[in-house]
């Protein structure tokens, strides 16, 4: 029997499916420098520097820079998407779905600051419009979530209350991500949710639903 694949320099089928692709390594070096420089003063360079990289394969998977800052958006905004919904199992009570979809979201933007400060500060003031319309379609997927907290809010408020709520939650998330914090951003979840659900429901109703946010992160469930 021959022994071909077992060599001191062979990778495992299993390594290299699980390695990431040349494109994926331009999408996170892409997050990376705007996080660390900013977007406008980020390079295709700078990129390539950190992937070790030639500029040929940035070519092959991107017409420019934005481009590629774009891509690193779409996926965040998918991810985004996907743990929300997970996080809205049906056979949870409304309030977890919406605490366990808040949980998510803001795990997924801790484990990932450099795609979140690219999300929430550069694609809102540095970025060319498309990427403001990415942010705007992640901020149509939370307004989708708090929506159903007016489903069975004992009513009053206003629909345009609820984007104002969820410009609150995003000024706490924003000053985590501006002062290094990213890794703080679960802790906001009695704030987030006190402060997203206080136009809709009566003060003590919302107390109770800061203090399960509470019970949630303490134990873990």
Request: proline share 5%; net charge negative.
């Amino acid at each position: 029997m021959g022994t071909r694949g077992t060599g001191p320099g062979h990778r495992p089928a299993t390594a290299c499916l699980l390695a990431p692709s040349a494109r994926e390594r331009l999408v996170a070096a892409m997050a990376a420098t705007c996080a660390e420089h900013g977007y406008r003063a980020a390079s295709v360079e700078d990129v390539l520097a950190r992937t070790g990289l030639p500029r040929q394969a940035f070519d092959e998977h991107f017409a420019d820079k934005a481009e590629c800052a774009i891509a690193a958006l779409d996926e965040l905004l998918s991810e985004t998407t996907q743990a929300v919904s997970r996080a809205q199992a049906p056979e949870f009570a409304d309030w977890r779905r919406l605490l366990l979809a808040t949980r998510a979201l803001l795990e997924l933007l801790a484990a990932q600051p450099s795609a979140a400060r690219l999300a929430l500060i550069e694609a809102r003031t540095a970025m060319p419009a498309e990427a403001y319309d990415r942010y705007a379609a992640g901020i149509r997927v939370l307004v989708a979530l708090l929506d159903r907290v007016r489903t069975y809010a004992d009513g009053g408020a206003p629909a345009s209350a609820t984007r104002g709520a969820i410009g609150g939650a995003e000024l706490l998330i924003r000053r985590e991500l501006l002062a290094g914090r990213e890794d703080r951003l679960p802790e906001l979840l009695p704030d987030i949710i006190y402060g997203t659900v206080v136009p809709f429901l009566p003060q003590q109703e919302a107390l109770r639903y800061a203090a399960l946010a509470r019970e949630l992160l303490s134990d873990g469930g």
